[in-house]
């Protein structure tokens, strides 16, 4: 679309259509899960807003627009941590300082937050009144897993639009075209990307998935047992493996979910197909509860791994908080 490889038409068309009619917004939020193409969508939203183009927008010919494509637009300001961490609060300040610089050659300037959570408290306190009052050529949008990640305050200044999941059938024309090579793969690949192509991206960019994979499955019994010293055996993996952590909570989440599925009769809505009699061993010898418990503490071992919790402690608390809720003495 465009030039853009989005994968919500209906939804661009409308944001694109108003911004020809001149009734776009000043700020929105762009919420779904990571990989079902908010940035692309952020991106291409960004360059209709800043296309010099009379007739069409984006144009994808104007000097705006080829600069949108190389990512070098100055009226395009992509904000992130500065300290790796969170957009601070002398950033915040930086940035509606900037919102009151007229854009250098288009009619909009942008601001895209890239991730939500790289915004705390203090820091969205500071953006509410450029969110609320921004000079009539700012667009704020801010990328979010979910509404959860934002203050109420900064919510209610923002329209939200959400990117869901896309079909089996858009996945696998996703692959057909840019990984023809794995096209036999496909329903694996639809089943273990869960809607989202950003999924078959990393599924199949990275030579060592199914090899973790596999590994992370096996550890999921020694998170799960009884013994406090399997905590620790945790620990040592996640450490081990601490550039992956957040992808073997995923695959642990994968895996509880799907255990959960089976223990109700559900086998043909597993994401892990291949792994299926493994999965069924397990959900036939632990009971439903348990996954639900173990489900309820990854969610909130992974938030406190994006708030960059020391790695140890998190796995360590991950472990024995399971132990504790599932085998009360």
């Given at each position: ?60 010919e104007c000097h705006a627009c080829i600069c949108t494509k190389n990512d070098t637009n100055p009226d395009i300001v992509h904000i992130k941590p500065k300290d790796k961490k969170s957009v601070t609060v002398e950033q915040a300040r930086e940035i509606v ?191 439903p509860e348990f996954c639900v418990v173990a489900l309820e503490q990854t969610i909130l071992a992974k938030t406190m791994l994006r708030k960059y919790v020391n790695l140890h402690s998190l796995s360590l608390n991950l472990s024995f908080s399971i132990k ?6």
């Amino acid at each position: 679309m465009y030039g853009y490889n989005v994968f919500h038409d209906d939804i661009m068309k409308n944001l694109i259509y108003n911004v020809k009619k001149g009734e776009h917004r000043h700020a929105y939020l762009f919420t779904g899960p990571k990989g079902v193409g908010r940035h692309l969508a952020a991106k291409l939203f960004s360059a209709a807003l800043c296309c010099t183009s009379e007739k069409r927008q984006p144009c994808n010919e104007c000097h705006a627009c080829i600069c949108t494509k190389n990512d070098t637009n100055p009226d395009i300001v992509h904000i992130k941590p500065k300290d790796k961490k969170s957009v601070t609060v002398e950033q915040a300040r930086e940035i509606v300082a900037d919102a009151y610089v007229k854009p250098l050659e288009s009619a909009n300037k942008v601001y895209i937050i890239d991730d939500a959570y790289d915004l705390n408290e203090a820091t969205q306190n500071c953006l509410l009144k450029i969110l609320e009052e921004p000079p009539e050529y700012v667009v704020f949008i801010i990328i979010a897993d979910s509404e959860a990640q934002l203050l109420q305050t900064v919510l209610s200044r923002c329209t939200t639009i959400h990117f869901p999941t896309v079909t089996d059938d858009v996945i696998k024309k996703y692959i057909e075209e840019n990984y023809p090579d794995s096209y036999d793969k496909s329903d694996l690949l639809i089943s273990l990307s869960n809607g989202i192509p950003g999924e078959v991206d990393k599924i199949l960019s990275d030579p060592d998935y199914y090899d973790l994979r596999s590994e992370s499955f096996k550890k999921l019994i020694s998170l799960m047992s009884e013994h406090k010293i399997s905590a620790y055996t945790i620990s040592e993996f996640l450490e081990d493996h601490k550039d992956d952590a957040e992808k073997i909570i995923d695959f642990w989440q994968s895996f509880l979910r799907d255990i959960l599925i089976i223990s109700e009769g559900g086998d043909k809505l597993i994401w892990n197909k291949d792994m299926q009699e493994e999965i069924k061993k397990i959900a036939f010898s632990i009971k439903p509860e348990f996954c639900v418990v173990a489900l309820e503490q990854t969610i909130l071992a992974k938030t406190m791994l994006r708030k960059y919790v020391n790695l140890h402690s998190l796995s360590l608390n991950l472990s024995f908080s399971i132990k504790k809720r599932l085998y009360k003495k």
